[in-house]
């Protein structure tokens, strides 16, 4: 609550300044993010479901191989739905799509590379990504926050040198905006890779070289003061 030397409006005695001060900090990534979507198809329900099935054991044990580097792995939309055609008078179930979307969160981008290569050679595996992005807890969300604050104080502290006089007391500080972006437009194609199974094991596919995108960090502080009456 403002005092009754500092009211919360400006005054002749107590003049009112309002600033704002802002951040932009460009960082390296902390995480990759890749979406992996399984599918099988085929004419008998249950036969389909057990192929969706199989692939996706596959799919988690392999992401799962790779220990610390994979820092979250989760289960998104899981469906299985007949395509009907017409014969005669009724409509009979043509086939059916079973799909299963993973995601998955590495922390190791070397290890990234050559796990997108190894799913993207799995049959019938589609891959989207990377996205690039830090962490909510990161310690450079602090960071701009803070640097935005200081440029606030810096800037009060040059318009009141401006008038021949100095900040008084701080009224009131918001925070106007913090977020963070790829330094460049994410390019969102798809790794897609489909391969039917054959009698000779093909070789390993070399590994990806991904370069992370750097990360924008903007944040945004609005700042009131009160400075002490100019000698003028």
Request: hydrophobic fraction near 35%; charge should be negative.
């Amino acid at each position: 609550m403002a005092s009754p030397q500092n009211p919360p409006y400006g005054t002749p005695e107590a003049p009112l300044l309002t600033v704002r001060g802002e951040a932009e900090l460009e960082v390296d990534p902390e995480i990759a993010r890749i979406g992996i979507t399984l599918t099988a198809r085929g004419r008998d329900r249950r036969t389909t479901l057990d192929d969706l099935t199989r692939r996706n054991t596959t799919t988690l044990d392999l992401i799962k191989s790779y220990g610390d580097a994979v820092e979250n792995l989760s289960t998104g939309s899981i469906s299985l739905t007949p395509e009907l055609t017409h014969r005669g008078r009724g409509e009979r179930v043509r086939t059916y799509h079973g799909t299963i979307r993973l995601t998955a969160e590495l922390t190791d981008f070397t290890a990234l590379g050559e796990l997108t290569t190894r799913l993207a050679d799995l049959d019938l595996t589609t891959i989207e990504g990377p996205t690039w992005e830090l962490r909510p807890t990161s310690p450079v969300h602090r960071r701009a926050r803070q640097q935005a604050v200081r440029e606030a104080v810096q800037r009060a502290d040059e318009y009141a040198e401006a008038l021949g006089t100095t900040v008084a007391a701080l009224l009131e500080l918001a925070d106007t905006g913090t977020n963070g972006r790829p330094r460049a437009a994410f390019d969102r194609r798809a790794v897609r890779f489909s391969m039917a199974a054959t009698d000779t094991e093909a070789a390993a596919p070399e590994p990806l070289d991904l370069e992370p995108q750097r990360i924008q960090i903007h944040a945004e502080v609005s700042a009131q003061f009160t400075m002490h009456p100019p000698n003028r």
